[in-house]
């Protein structure tokens, strides 16, 4: 049974428990969030290692990481190191988003060594094999796209995104509406290319009853992709991207009456007055299924910068309701990411999430803070180190230049702090 | 006569014509905003070679980088160095907080060098002057801070933060609320200090006829700085703030009767969903002065990473109509930042300008993203290194991994953009 089957049954599993410890919650609360699909616990039992996480209403909001090779670039050892890192950094969660080099085998190595839940797309690799096999991409079989979803459940994959939603409606959408960046999502792409190239309907729409028996059979959660998703500002927000939410929404209703955990992708690139309105958009289209954005990039032009960008997206994503963040590194648009990136990503995309746990009210997130002003009240570097997101960063800034006084080199003998104790520190009330 | 009385006598000065086309906007556009006090130019005669900016309503969202020694650490090399860094990176103003070393020296080196706008604070040197003659701040006299504001004045300073309303009455809150991180302002500091040890009023609110007959003599534009901002998120948009500002209001609109121009400003740490309230409140109370805010933080425990907390919340006050952004760099909190510090927040802050233009509805803003998202459809590397906010760095970084195709090494030959062109190219609506 899945998560979901057991937490109907009324029955809580190890999981619900687990992940209840984690966010210091009532593991009843958690299993009643699976129940109604509101939270998800990916949690392949063929991952053998994983620590579950739940993602969804009330738990903190959860970070992941993209890591993976492409054609050009990447192999085993930097991928693992990649993995390393970014659990290091605190990502709560992985995608493997390989297309170079033994794709299978950086899979297989990346779930066994990850404690964190792995994501992957499983068309990837099953386009890249029909253009070995067949010549291009497009003369993917259907059989060709299952079988690789299959291959990555097997393998003990928590969740994989599926583009189910990019159908022939959408595109018809994008062909009459025009866009300036057309399509940006990789999937999105292999699809498209494949519904024209076929004028088929998109088969993870059209056989969607298939991928599902095959997701509850592992108890692989779902993540609806958006092929759709804006790739600029300009394009943000329009009549495909809806189109496609649509389609999405009603594919939600069907995976959880199938038992099967659901979760949906968002953008992408959006003006930030516009972020708010997409997370109601798709909290109320899609029942309140936990949401997953990329950024989103509040700017298109700020190349080299990405992770900034999407910080401020995934900022205001998260205080709006938005569940799960997929980071953006500062190589976004230009390279594949490396380790470094990896690192900058995940710390900036926790920022995020986590100013957006202090909105949403999240247990223990406002507290952090205050331990932190207390420590910085009483100029106690250490402890400010401690609470800090890199305390090896904030201890090594803080020792680049030494002070006098016990204040920092900022202020030196002037530290606000210090002054204000002095005149004031009897009189003051504390709280 | 200052900008303000010449807006008012319908003069259309050589400085908001230059405003005007830097902009993008009409001349008489900029006078209606001067003379309504919607719109600042700090240009001090003194200040020779400036190429004025405005800051304010409709206009580009302004950035500051503030530089400066301290006592422990820097000299007058490193503040020119930090000046060019944050001019080459697009700052539209720079402030010298200096309170280390030969600090008339170093004021007077910038000023000469800087085409932008200088601004400076200056009690600080009145403190320490202070300290230095008479044994300690709290011995400063009203005579010594009102000739440390005229010296500076006469420098060229082109604005001059003064915290006028932090008085006695906000004092009074703040030792009755209570605050977690009491002052965190250190001109604030240095006069709460000041108030309580003399048992006097501000001398900046209870002179400020004083201060505006040299803010008018030399059209030096007044910051009304805010002693009270809060230094953590548990302090943020309370008592002691909020009847400051109330204090600050009044007197902006003493400041614009007698010819002066002035803007306010603001927090500081603010959770993400008070800002849009502060800038609203600020608005408001202050007669659409042009408001000037410190990051916002929209958390305390990213030490280290303070030009991305900075950033998310300078980009949700820009675009809530926040006027002008002191960027906040990766040392805010532990240490006197550097030039590469410098660098990092110039361009963090910059993203969070252009972020909330986009919203605002600045002339060109989206443009530029409009103009990117093309350079990429056409996966022109030059034209977007081009249109980035730091072109080397996106050079480099699309540099690091060569790709076999047109696309970059993130995608390699499975690029999204390739894809979708070759199938959907002819038949999609160009818009």
Redesign the interface.
């Not at 680049?400 to 006098?404: A, G, I």
């Not at 920092?408 to 530290?415: A, D, L, T, V």
């Given at each position: 049974m899945t998560q979901l089957e057991l937490a109907r049954a009324e029955t809580i599993s190890p999981q619900m428990s687990l992940v209840a410890e984690r966010e210091g919650l009532e593991a009843e609360f958690i299993r009643r969030g699976v129940a109604e699909g509101t939270i998800v616990i990916p949690a392949n039992p063929g991952h053998k290692n994983l620590v579950p996480g739940g993602i969804g209403r009330e738990l903190k909001t959860k970070v992941n990481a993209n890591i993976g090779t492409?054609?050009?670039?990447g192999n085993i050892d930097t991928e693992l190191e990649k993995l390393r890192v970014a659990i290091d950094c605190g990502a709560d969660a992985v995608m493997d988003l390989s297309?170079?080099g033994d794709i299978n085998a950086i899979r297989r190595a990346i779930v066994t060594a990850s404690p964190v839940m792995i994501g992957t797309v499983p068309i990837?690799q099953a386009?890249?094999e029909a253009m070995n096999k067949r010549g291009a991409?497009?003369k993917m079989t259907v059989d060709d796209l299952f079988s690789s979803i299959e291959e990555h459940a097997r393998d003990g994959v928590d969740f994989i995104t599926v583009h189910c939603g990019t159908t022939r409606a959408a595109?018809e959408h994008?062909?009459?509406?025009?866009?300036?960046?057309?399509?940006?999502?990789?999937g999105?792409?292999?699809l498209?290319?494949w519904m024209?190239?076929n004028e088929r309907e998109n088969p993870l729409y059209e056989y969607f009853d298939r991928l599902l028996d095959i997701a509850r059979e592992f108890d692989v959660t779902l993540s609806l992709g958006d092929g759709m998703r804006p790739?600029?500002?300009?394009?943000a927000t329009d009549r495909p991207q809806i189109e496609e939410l649509l389609a999405i929404g009603e594919l939600v209703s069907k995976a959880r009456q199938a038992g099967v955990q659901v979760m949906v992708e968002g953008p992408g690139h959006l003006?930030?007055?516009q972020i708010e309105a997409n997370v109601q958009l798709e909290k109320s289209i899609c029942q309140g299924a936990p949401f997953y954005v990329l950024g989103p990039l509040?700017?298109?032009?700020?190349?080299?910068?990405d992770?900034?960008?999407g910080?401020?997206g995934g900022?205001?994503a998260a205080?709006a309701g938005t569940d799960f963040l997929c980071y953006v590194t500062?190589?976004?648009?230009?390279?594949?990411?490396?380790p470094e990136d990896v690192r900058q990503g995940v710390?900036?995309s926790r920022?995020?999430a986590?100013?957006?746990d202090?909105?949403k009210g999240v247990k223990g997130a406002?507290d952090?803070?205050?331990q932190?002003?207390?420590a910085?009240?009483k100029l106690d570097w250490e402890e400010?180190?401690r609470?800090?997101?890199?305390p090896e960063?904030?201890r090594r800034?803080?020792g680049?230049?030494?002070?006098?006084g016990k204040a920092?080199?900022?202020?030196?003998?002037?530290?606000?702090?210090e002054?204000?104790?002095?005149?004031?520190g009897a009189?003051?009330?504390?709280?």
């Open positions: 492409s054609s050009d670039f297309t170079g990837y386009g890249i991409i497009v595109v994008l062909k009459k509406q025009g866009r300036v960046a057309d399509v940006v999502s990789r999105g792409a292999f498209i290319g024209l190239h790739g600029c500002l300009a394009d003006p930030l007055n509040v700017t298109d032009v700020a190349a080299g910068y992770h900034i960008t910080a401020i900022a205001i205080a500062p190589a976004e648009h230009l390279s594949l990411p490396d710390i900036a920022i995020a986590h100013a957006g202090i909105v406002a952090w803070d205050r932190m002003a207390l910085r009240k400010q180190a609470l800090s997101l890199n960063l904030a800034v803080h680049k230049h030494t002070s006098v920092c080199s900022m202020c030196g003998e002037y530290c606000a702090m002054l204000v104790e002095k005149y004031l009189s003051v009330t504390r709280c």
